[in-house]
């Protein structure tokens, strides 16, 4: 009973919310702006510690203003998030530009799947709701279920309205599995890799905004198994809800290069891309809750 009343709470508030014009619910991020930031003061703590931590290089009040712009940006991923439930293909389609997506069709051509990867940069699920939009391979991206069942329904079905097909983390596996083995349809995997990772003993080390960082094994793997090539995502923010997206070569052939190098060239492109804007990556995960065993 407590997960149904809180799924209608859920469709109350936000599928009205949805289909309200975009230009009257960026008016809202301010307020919302201000419920993060000084209200519930969210995870500020862990936002601050992790601005410093990674750009020590800045004076305090530099750090302070990064963290007030992430206030900002958190705020805009909000709003966009709620839109997503009532966003339009033609709307889509103006929120994000994409550069390059031709560099796909060769892979395409010799029926060969890729990996695509990001990080939780700029807004990474516009991002991937995208990708069916722009590329001739079928899309399957991967994404951690909501505890309430009913609301995971909701959402899982929103983002798959333009094509994607959605499949939680602990599939992972299988979906590389079964589609590859077959061998039928060329397929484009978005994942989402920055995260602290679960299992430090298959954690690939690396440094990551000059800090000794455990990172995700998880696109790697798959990309070796299966003999994938991996491209970046390369997220940037135009103007308020408004974005570009352009596709980096990290690897063509896995075989050319040795364990750990695919998960160090992701990170390094990442790092880059957030030195770009720093405020518009996701300071408030614990992102080095983990050290290396001496």
Not at 52 to 70: G, H, N, T
């Amino acid at each position: 009973m407590g997960q149904y009343l809180t799924f209608v709470l859920f469709r109350i508030l936000v599928f009205p919310l949805s289909a309200l014009p975009s230009s009257l619910l960026f008016g809202l991020s301010g307020f919302v702006k201000f419920i993060l930031q000084d209200v519930l003061k969210y995870r500020k703590k862990v936002i601050e510690s992790n601005i410093e931590r990674a750009l020590p290089q800045l004076s305090s009040l530099e750090r302070k203003k990064i963290a007030q712009d992430f206030y900002s940006h958190l705020s805009q991923l909000f709003i966009e998030s709620l839109k997503c439930f009532n966003i339009s293909k033609k709307e889509l389609l103006d929120r994000m530009l994409i550069v390059n997506p031709e560099v796909l069709l060769p892979f395409y051509e010799k029926n060969q799947s890729v990996i695509l990867v990001t990080g939780h940069y700029a807004n990474w699920e516009l991002g991937v709701i995208i990708g069916p939009t722009f590329i001739s391979q079928k899309s399957i991206g991967f994404y951690k279920r909501i505890q309430n069942p009913l609301i995971d329904k909701a959402v899982y079905e929103s983002r798959e309205r333009h094509g994607m097909q959605l499949k939680s983390l602990k599939e992972t596996a299988s979906a590389f599995h079964q589609t590859e083995i077959e061998k039928n349809e060329a397929t484009a995997y978005f994942m989402v890799a920055d995260q602290s990772p679960t299992n430090l003993d298959q954690a690939v080390w690396t440094d990551f905004m000059g800090i000794d960082t455990a990172c995700i094994h998880g696109p790697e793997k798959y990309a070796r198994k299966y003999k994938l090539p991996v491209f970046y995502i390369h997220l940037e923010r135009l103007s308020k809800g408004h974005y570009q997206c352009a596709l980096d070569e990290i690897c063509p052939d896995p075989d050319q290069l040795e364990e750990g190098e695919i998960t160090k060239k992701f990170m390094a492109k990442l790092e880059a891309n957030i030195m770009e804007n720093p405020a518009n990556w996701l300071w408030s995960h614990r992102r080095w809750k983990h050290q290396r065993n001496p």
